[in-house]
Structure formats: C-alpha cells, structure tokens
C-alpha cells in the first residue's frame, strides 16, 4: 500500500507540471483582432488566443468581392462607437474607396451590399477616422497625399446618408490618420494626427456640420524620415501615439513632442499596444506584407504569433472602439 507521503508527493508533482505545461500565450488576455488581408482581399476578425486562424474562428469578416476593381485591395479597418448604430467598421480600399460597415450580432459575414456609407476619394486610401461628437468623416490617401474630409448635413451626425464631401487638403504620402480626444469631451479639446512621408501632422479640428474644417497647427519630424505607415494608439497611455514608417517604429509624446524610436525595422506595416502592454505589429515577411500577427512585450521581441503561410496582411487592430 503506497504511503501517504507518496500520494502527496504525486499531487504536488501533479499540480507543479500542469503549471510549468501553461503556454504563455495563455497568461494573454483574449481579446479579437481585425486584420486586413490582401490575399484573401478580407477583413477579418479572431479571437486573440485561437489556437489557429482558421476558418472556424473567424468572428466577423468583411469580403468585398470582385464587383468593383476599386474595392479589391483592402488596406485599412478600424472600429469605432456611434450612439445610433452602435459599433462600426471604417474600412478602405488603396484602389481608391473608404467605407463604414455595421457590426451586428445578427450579421457576422458582410460584403459590399452591407456597406453604410462609401466614398471614393481616389488615390490610395489607407486610413480612415471619424470626429466623435462632431460626425465628420477624414480618409487619408497616399500618392501623391491628400486627406478628404466628408461632413454631416444633418442634424443627425450618424445619418450617413447626409454625409457631403467638403473639403481636400494635400497632404504628402497620407497613411494614417487618428483621432485624440486629448482628455477633454468635446472636439475643440481633441486633435487629429496624420502620418505621411517625412513627417507627423497635427491638426485641429474647426466649425460644425456643413462648415467644418481641418487646420493644420503643428508638423513633426519624424526621427529617421521615413515613408509613414502607421498611426495608432498605445492603449496605455493617453498621452502615447504610436507610429511605423519605412525605417522603424516610434512612440511620440503628444504632450512634449517628443519621439521614441522603439526599434529600428524595414517593412513594419502596422503597430498598436493593448492596455494590457503587449505590443502587436505586422511586417512585411516574404515580400512587402506579412503572414504573421506579432505579439511582445517589446517591439520586434516576439513571444506570439498568427497567421498562416500565404497571408498577406497590411493592417492589425485591437477590435476595441476606443479612440485612447
Ligand atoms: C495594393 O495595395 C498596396 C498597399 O497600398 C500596394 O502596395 C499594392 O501595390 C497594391 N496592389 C495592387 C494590385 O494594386
Ligand atoms: C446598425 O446596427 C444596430 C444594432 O447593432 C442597429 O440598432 C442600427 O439600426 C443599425 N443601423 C443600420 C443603418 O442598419
């Protein structure tokens, strides 16, 4: 008959391998991701934890089709909040559209039919932001640069069927464009930055409905002058925005305007931070898009990945409407 001390002896080697056999991935926290994929020509949206990107994971999804050439080659998505329809999809297309889409618990697969609002501001649209409280629509286009700035004609900001087109402003190699609330509730507190060629852009946000306005109030060098990729939040801090260009990724303090390079890379396509710290990029692999979703606690330091061997993904995103 085994002996007491045995029996614990097994429990408590039981208890120290199902501990040391936890793959970190599962100390993550699960939250989705939306990615943008030029192969398969889709939005996507996992599960941050899925064992594997397959189908059977796929939460919502976003297939254009081939209907119209200038919705064929998606290269931006981004979630938002708006009181009437409640969360959103502001997606666009390098081939020359931008698009907003409703995310419904009744709907998980949308196409072309699905879309809200579409526009066609030409160029090579890549990021698209909407004005909270203010309902103004910005899209950022490169080559050569512009950001196209739609506005509400109604009273009813989120009426998209009301939207106009108002204004162009050139704008150098536009890839990224966000919105930040900078601590305050209203849209004279905020400002709107664009990444570009060569530099970050600050802008203030002026006027209502019919008459608003982009004005531009500050430029910023980026540190190593390259092409702008991307702009997006780091969920940690308010303060922090985060960007990529040709060259490396970089922090920038809205605050001191100053920047940080976090890591010196070609090719990184997209970069965001969770508020649980962990960083998530995409980069350019085996040509210039990547078949990996990256996760570290530093740039570039991966300890987690998705993805599968023909992706060719352009954009990853918290799927989280927040704006900071
Ligand atoms: C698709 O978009 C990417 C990013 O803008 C661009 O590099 C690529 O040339 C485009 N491909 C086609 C077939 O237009
Ligand atoms: C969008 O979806 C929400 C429910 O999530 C619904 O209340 C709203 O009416 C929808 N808007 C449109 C234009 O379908």
């Known amino acids: 008959m085994a002996s007491n001390w045995y029996i614990y002896f097994l429990a408590a080697l039981h208890i120290f391998t199902a501990v040391l056999a936890q793959p970190i991935t599962s100390r993550a926290d699960d939250y989705h991701i939306a990615v943008v994929d030029q192969n398969s020509r889709t939005v996507r949206v996992f599960p941050r934890n899925a064992k594997r990107w397959n189908d059977d994971a796929i939460f919502w999804s976003f297939?254009?089709?081939?209907?119209?050439?200038?919705?064929?080659?998606?290269?931006?998505?981004?979630?938002?909040?708006?009181?009437?329809?409640?969360?959103?999809?502001?997606?666009?297309?390098?081939g020359g559209k931008a698009g907003?889409?409703?995310?419904?618990?009744?709907?998980?697969?949308?196409?072309?039919?699905?879309?809200m609002w579409q526009a066609t501001p030409g160029d090579n649209p890549h990021a698209i932001e909407i004005v909270p409280r203010n309902g103004a629509i910005v899209v950022a286009s490169s080559n050569p640069g512009k950001l196209s700035l739609y506005v509400p004609t109604s009273k009813d900001i989120d009426d998209y069927s009301k939207i106009k087109h108002a204004e162009d402003y050139p704008l150098k190699g536009a890839h990224g464009v966000l919105w930040d609330?900078?601590?305050?509730?209203?849209?004279?507190?905020?400002?709107?930055?664009?990444?570009?060629?060569?530099?970050?852009?600050?802008?203030?946000?002026?006027?209502?409905?019919?008459?608003?306005?982009?004005?531009?109030?500050?430029?910023?060098?980026?540190?190593?002058?390259?092409?702008?990729?991307?702009?997006?939040?780091?969920?940690?801090?308010?303060?922090?925005?985060?960007?990529?260009?040709?060259?490396?990724?970089?922090?920038?303090?809205?605050?001191?305007?100053?920047?940080?390079?976090?890591?010196?890379?070609?090719k990184l396509k997209s970069l965001v931070r969770h508020p649980n710290g962990e960083y998530m990029w995409v980069t350019g692999d085996k040509h210039e898009l990547g078949q990996y979703v990256r996760w570290g606690a530093k740039v570039g330091s991966q300890t987690d990945a998705r993805g599968w061997s023909d992706a060719k993904f352009y954009k990853a995103r918290i799927y989280n409407p927040n704006y900071e």
């Open 63 to 94: 297939t254009p089709g081939i209907f119209n050439s200038k919705w064929n080659n998606l290269s931006g998505v981004k979630i938002r909040k708006v009181a009437k329809h409640g969360w959103i999809a502001l997606v666009t297309a390098s």
């Open 100 to 115: 907003i889409l409703n995310i419904t618990k009744e709907k998980r697969k949308v196409n072309l039919f699905d879309l």
């Open 181 to 266: 609330p900078n601590g305050g509730k209203s849209v004279a507190d905020g400002f709107l930055w664009v990444v570009g060629d060569d530099f970050l852009y600050k802008f203030k946000v002026t006027g209502s409905f019919q008459n608003t306005r982009l004005k531009q109030v500050g430029r910023y060098n980026l540190p190593k002058g390259g092409l702008g990729h991307d702009l997006q939040p780091d969920y940690t801090n308010k303060q922090m925005l985060l960007m990529t260009d040709s060259y490396a990724a970089y922090s920038f303090n809205t605050k001191s305007g100053k920047f940080k390079v976090l890591k010196t890379m070609m």
